[in-house]
């Protein structure tokens, strides 16, 4: 099923063409439908045959190598991939230092670092939550005193997704502990994993893969030239980015695809003959679309070069939870088979169901979790006391 608020115009029906034709080609059956991260290796072969085409980088301009799409082309793009299942490949490079580096990086770091993201000959992975400081991100505690032409960095990171299969990590640390305000003393600096001192401990998820990491600092020698922006300016940097962060976890297709796999499950078990359960899955199919539309506007407000602002947190909340509505019918069409963390057999081929279940969890968390978005709507939005 295909409902969309934005009609492709006759450029746009052609790429999309062009794009699912391809993917359909080049995407091998073991790397698709995937709901936890699949093998590194088989991840960066993906991301290899994407840049290959050209692909791997829609947003980036084509002055840094990237293939300047329009917004509805972006669109059509992660359609298309969801719609095939093509697995995630990893964002951090791509999607966040890329973009950060171009905004506030110097010429010696966009030369140094863009090339390798972009081949996927270096991966990146992002440093930003703490034991002591995730949704209250300004806390953080890692710190980095300046000796002579380095910052000497002391401290450790959790959450980090792929640290383990990482070979950079750009990172928030407290460079002034004395500023008057938190978010003040905070610098955002670029650090090789292979520097002495560093040790990574993979974090074995719910999910049953190991998706993140805990990086440990001891005495970690940084050369300064690796800071971005100015110092103590991190949190500006670090900031900059976020709403299109939030706007990225809303991809109405996923909700799509998880619908339409609750229709085969229920199919298969007998549970789409129950009346109530028909009702509950109409209900979510109708929000789905709702979303859908909701979506819609939020890419003609970004098309329109405006920021989304608020609509991004709304956004956010509703996508992720509703995503976790749908997963959670997904275990009541599976019945018994619903606690197998193996994929059940129907007539429409083999579906995860426990995995994915499990794996949607997070969603409400990271980019800010739901809680936090709440809060920021009630604060700016309704005005209501912070
Ligand atoms: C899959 C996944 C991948 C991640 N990858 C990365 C990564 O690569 N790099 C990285 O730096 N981080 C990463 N994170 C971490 C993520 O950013 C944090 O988990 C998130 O910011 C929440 O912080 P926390 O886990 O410390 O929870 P806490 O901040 O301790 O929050 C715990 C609970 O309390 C609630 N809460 C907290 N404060 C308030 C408040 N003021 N009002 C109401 N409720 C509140 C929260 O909503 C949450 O439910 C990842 C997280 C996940 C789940």
Known sequence: MSISFRTDSDDEKAFRA???GWVTDTLPNDLRGWSTRPPFDRALWWHRQLHAKGWIAPAWPKAYGGMEATLNQQIILKEELARAGAPEISAQGINHV????????TDAQKNRHL???LTGDETWCQGYSEPG??????SLRTRADIDGDDFVINGSKIWTTWAHHSDWIFVLVRSDPDAPRKQAGISFVLIDLKTTGINIRPIKTLAGDEE???VFFDDVRVPMENLVGDLHDGWRVANALLAHERLGTANPQLLFEAIERVKKVAAATGAADDPYFRERLAELDI???GFAAMFAHAVKITNAERSLGLDASIMKINGTELLQRICDLLLEAAGTDAALIDRIDTEAGPIEIAPL???VRRATIYGGSSEIQRNILSKRLLGLPG
Do not use: C, H, N, Y
């Open 115 to 117: 090339p390798p993201i």
């Open 357 to 359: 279940f499990l794996q």
């Open 133 to 138: 400081a995730g949704s209250d991100l300004a």
């Open 212 to 214: 993140f990491a805990e």
């Open 98 to 105: 890329g973009p950060i580096l171009m905004a506030f990086g």
């Open 287 to 289: 929000d789905t679309v």
């Open 18 to 20: 062009k794009v699912r």
